[in-house]
């Protein structure tokens, strides 16, 4: 039997948060919580499945996963999001792989995603289903540099698991508005960093919107969607705007 770790980022997640963790406990030898503030329910349920509980205060979404991968009792590290409910079939699977031994360094999971209440095609920035990594080994995985949408690399075997992750997100415009906030602000700033030209930011913050929403209503599918595919495909293009508009406004201050 190997071990296994989960860990799970929050703040102010309590609205999925105690079916995430009691389907995350069904097959978690270690279960942890690292926490970045959370006014709500959230520590409150954590503690009542049995989660262990850190405390880090939020800098950006690597540094996060960075510590808590390092807090992981076990090598064998799944780490699933706070809106990210693992299906039985997931479940089912996984305690197979600890079970006969996980034979890669990484997996991928399917991950299925309901935006106020609709299964989508898409969502920038990724097609839905989409496959993360969600299983490493914690001492053979790093992040990519991304402040936002960061991604372990480093493992050297990597198999895929059809049993999915529900990810249910932007339940309402409020929480569409709130991310759109926070990742712009994460997102600008890696633009920045890379040294882009000003006036180059100044035109894409224009020009870049119109092909983000055709991209994400036509060819990523999102026409498929109704009227929330086409409120997708407005965020794609109001993301794209921020961003450089963000990164612009950093490199003029």
């Given amino acids: 039997m190997t071990p296994l770790s989960i860990y799970i980022l929050t703040y102010n997640s ?5 079916k995430v963790l009691s389907a995350a406990a069904r097959m978690a030898d270690d279960l942890l ?5 959370s006014t709500d329910n959230t520590l409150a349920i954590a503690e009542q499945h049995g989660a262990r509980i850190m405390h880090r205060a939020f800098d950006n979404f690597r540094a996060q996963r ?9 090598q064998t590290v799944m780490f699933i999001d706070s809106d990210e409910q693992p299906s039985e079939a997931l479940i089912t699977e996984v305690n197979a792989l600890k079970s006969s031994g996980f034979g890669h360094d990484a997996y991928t999971v399917r991950r299925d995603w309901i935006v106020m209440g609709r299964i989508v095609h898409a ?5 839905c289903p989409d496959y993360p990594v969600r299983i ?5 995985i790093d992040f990519t540099l991304n402040t936002v949408h960061e991604t372990p690399f480093g493992y050297t075997t990597l198999a895929r698991i059809e049993a999915p992750l529900i990810h249910h997100t932007f339940e309402d415009k409020a929480e ?10 994460l997102d600008a700033r890696d633009i920045h960093d890379q040294g882009k030209p000003k006036n180059l930011l100044w035109i894409k913050q224009w020009t870049s919107p119109v092909g ?17 595919g086409w409120i997708l495909a407005i965020y794609a293009a109001a993301y794209t705007h921020r961003k450089y508009n963000k990164a612009w406004q950093l490199s003029i201050s």
């Fill in 66 to 74: 960075l510590f808590a991968n390092s807090q992981c009792q076990h």
């Fill in 123 to 127: 969502l920038l920035p990724v097609g």
């Fill in 136 to 140: 490493v080994k914690k001492d053979q």
């Fill in 176 to 185: 569409l508005m709130r991310k759109l906030d926070l990742y712009t602000d």
């Fill in 14 to 18: 309590d609205r999925h948060l105690e």
């Fill in 212 to 228: 983000a929403f055709l991209k994400w209503y036509l060819r990523s599918g999102n026409w498929r969607d109704g009227r929330v």
């Fill in 33 to 37: 919580v690292v926490d970045s503030g």
